[in-house]
């Protein structure tokens, strides 16, 4: 299978008043594991803003496509979306820790 190259998404989840909890199962998609050995397939933040959540992803296209399905699967119908124009210099510790741990520094 050919690399892929990665890149930063984000991906909107609109909520309502159980954001903690949508966070909280949201991080449990990205990590299943959370005591697994570094690095995380798919480097990820989650931050609650305003009246969603944005999901950072250092990702291949793929990768993002397949945790959008999940995470849309489990935010029951909301219009959750991926964006792919992202600005990289809000998630350069994504791209640092995946260079890191994947021993490209």
């Known amino acids: 299978m050919a690399s892929q190259s990665r890149r930063v998404y984000e991906i909107?989840?609109?909520?309502g008043k159980d954001a903690q909890e949508l966070q909280e199962v949201i991080s449990s998609i990205l990590c299943?594991?959370?005591d697994h050995e570094p690095p995380c397939p798919v480097p990820w933040?989650?931050?609650a803003v305003g009246t969603r959540i944005n999901v950072g992803l250092y990702a291949t296209?793929?990768?993002a496509d397949r945790l959008l399905v999940e995470i849309t699967t489990v935010a029951?119908?909301?219009n959750v979306t991926l964006?792919?124009?992202?600005?990289p210099a809000?998630?350069?510790e994504l791209i640092q820790q995946y260079?890191?741990?994947?021993?490209l520094r």
């Open 99 to 103: 260079e890191i741990e994947a021993g």
């Open 45 to 47: 933040a989650t931050a």
């Open 76 to 78: 029951k119908g909301a």
């Open 12 to 15: 909107h989840v609109p909520v």
């Open 32 to 34: 299943p594991d959370p």
């Open 83 to 87: 964006h792919h124009d992202v600005d």
């Open 90 to 92: 809000g998630y350069q």
């Open 61 to 63: 296209e793929e990768e």
